[in-house]
């Protein structure tokens, strides 16, 4: 275990050299850069020094080593569009709320996936099950900024019942429809890994026997199903916190939500190089550790998956 664990950080260190210098070159590719005004110009003279005061006038091999460097030191610099803010004091300002309402939305599409897709697989081809898939099948195929404008239609234009848009933390009305569109996509996903993982373990003969025993429904699908059903699902469950827990981008814009999704957007087209950086960084960073773990937790489900030497 230990030796397969170092084995994956080594691997994800390397991962994450690659992907840097890949997000590095392409951010500087892009035409245009981060003090190119149009409607307020700056003089030639102007620019040249805040370009190098930035280093922006430093070869790019030099821009990204420096970066890499201060990064490690948990530095990050300053925002170009807030200079006067330290980029690690707008995360720590951005992050609790997306990772607060993504965290709320994923716990809400977890149960109520799970608990519809063994529902499902439980009754498979009976009025529920058609139900149940098409209610998932929506949350996978709708977009969610289509979802979201049309709870604000409903829910707040037509029956007043939540605000269209804001944030905060001791008004929980506030919450309850971003809340709802975080989790709708992962609950669609969720439900239908769910029921396919539990109709292919409900057919295995070991759960035949089991029924052949005489025992209790409930304990063959806690006991033996549900646990072997676990481990597909586990594979594109704890992924999502990361994209759940950084904030959804078109969500923080539909209900106004000042999290850290709104800010990855600006970095891009605004060429925040910093910023930019350091949020891709950290959700490379989230995804290495998220597939670690998600090894690590096979192995606790399934005792039969082994890791390192042991692993078939």
């Not at 420096?66 to 995360?91: C, R, T």
């Not at 519809?116 to 209610?135: E, H, M, Q, W």
């Not at 939540?162 to 969720?190: K, N, V």
Request: hydrophobic letters at 50%.
């Amino acid at each position: 275990m230990v030796v397969y664990i170092i084995k994956r950080i080594l691997s994800s260190l390397v991962s994450l050299i690659i992907v840097t210098i890949i997000i590095f070159s392409v951010m500087h590719s892009i035409p245009g850069g981060p003090f190119d005004e149009e409607k307020m110009p700056l003089s030639p003279a102007a620019k040249e020094k805040i370009l190098e005061m930035y280093g922006l006038n430093d070869p790019l091999y030099v821009q990204y080593f420096k970066f890499m460097w201060n990064a490690l030191h948990f530095n990050f610099g300053k925002s170009y569009q807030s200079p006067g803010e330290e980029i690690i004091d707008l995360v720590k300002r951005t992050l609790p709320i997306s990772a607060f309402m993504g965290g709320l939305g994923l716990a809400w599409a977890i149960t109520a996936g799970l608990l519809l897709g063994i529902v499902s697989a439980r009754k498979p081809n009976t009025f529920l099950d058609y139900l149940c898939t098409a209610f998932s099948s929506y949350s996978i195929s709708v977009p969610v900024y289509v979802s979201s404008i049309f709870m604000i239609f409903i829910f707040s234009l037509k029956f007043h019942w939540f605000p269209s848009g804001g944030f905060s933390f001791g008004e929980p009305r506030t919450w309850i429809m971003p809340i709802i569109a975080y989790g709708l996509f992962p609950f669609g996903i969720i439900a239908r890994y769910t029921r396919s993982s539990m109709l292919e373990v409900l057919n295995e003969p070991y759960i035949l026997t089991a029924k052949a025993k005489g025992l209790p429904d409930w304990y063959i699908l806690i006991r033996h199903a549900f646990k072997n059903a676990l481990i597909p699902v586990i594979t594109i469950l704890l992924p999502m916190f990361t994209g759940v827990m950084t904030g959804s981008i078109l969500i923080e814009k539909v209900f106004r939500i000042p999290g850290l999704g709104g800010y990855f957007v600006t970095s891009i087209y605004k060429r925040d190089y910093p910023l930019e950086m350091t949020l891709m960084l950290f959700i490379s960073v989230s995804l290495s550790l998220t597939y670690l773990v998600t090894d690590i937790v096979y192995t606790i489900v399934d005792p039969r998956v082994r890791l390192g030497k042991g692993k078939k």
